[in-house]
């Protein structure tokens, strides 16, 4: 199930042949995030911790063709956590003065039982919030739809193999 891009939120939903569970523990371990990505721009976390709350800062390395420097940094923002159904962070970089900047775009993971061993799994792209000034540089969304139903594909992967 898709929304497409009417709005500034892109939203696709799958079935997961995994318990709610397990699929949240995939999404909580930043270990995984480089296998669920559909771009190819997530690369490594820059630590192992697993994302345990609101607040949290968790940190990946990217890579992307058109960024000034290729490999670059997001730190990301736990937004929600509600174990095991939702999910959410706002990436950011850290600024020449130190602090992180966050562009106005969020991830979101909602998850709901579908049968005793499996689960419904709704990405959501938001980049509603990002200034004018930053949509200058950067086309929203910087990515198609195929992306999230990739991402979707990685992630239902990882977690039926559990």
Same mark, same amino acid.
Do not use: K
């Given at each position: 199930?898709?929304?497409?891009?009417?709005?500034?939120?892109?939203?696709?939903?799958?079935?997961?042949?995994?318990?709610?569970?397990? %699929?949240?523990?995939?999404?909580?371990?930043?270990?995984?995030?480089?296998?669920?990505?559909? !771009?190819?721009?997530?690369? =490594?976390?820059?630590?192992?911790?697993?994302?345990?709350?609101?607040?949290?800062?968790?940190?990946?390395?990217?890579?992307?063709?058109?960024?000034? &420097?290729?490999?670059?940094?997001?730190?990301?923002?736990?937004? %929600?956590? =509600?174990?095991?159904?939702? $999910?959410?962070?706002?990436?950011?970089?850290?600024?020449? &003065?130190?602090?992180? @900047?966050?562009? @106005?775009?969020?991830?979101?993971?909602?998850?709901?039982? &579908?049968?005793?061993?499996?689960?419904? %799994? !709704?990405?959501?792209? &938001?980049?509603?919030?990002?200034?004018?000034? $930053?949509? =200058?540089?950067?086309?929203?969304?910087?990515?198609?739809? =195929?992306?999230?139903?990739?991402?979707?594909?990685?992630?239902?992967?990882?977690?039926?193999?559990?």
């Amino acid at each position: 199930m898709s929304t497409g891009t009417a709005t500034e939120v892109m939203i696709v939903t799958r079935r997961i042949e995994a318990p709610v569970g397990a %699929v949240f523990a995939v999404l909580t371990d930043p270990a995984n995030h480089a296998a669920i990505d559909g !771009t190819g721009w997530v690369r =490594e976390p820059l630590d192992r911790a697993a994302i345990s709350g609101v607040g949290q800062i968790f940190g990946m390395g990217m890579f992307h063709g058109n960024h000034p &420097d290729g490999d670059y940094r997001m730190h990301n923002r736990v937004e %929600v956590f =509600e174990p095991p159904h939702t $999910l959410a962070w706002q990436p950011g970089q850290y600024g020449p &003065d130190g602090e992180i @900047g966050y562009g @106005g775009w969020t991830w979101r993971y909602d998850l709901a039982d &579908d049968g005793p061993a499996a689960c419904r %799994v !709704t990405l959501t792209y &938001d980049w509603s919030a990002v200034p004018a000034f $930053l949509r =200058e540089h950067i086309a929203f969304p910087p990515f198609g739809e =195929e992306h999230l139903t990739r991402s979707l594909d990685n992630l239902a992967h990882l977690a039926e193999q559990r």
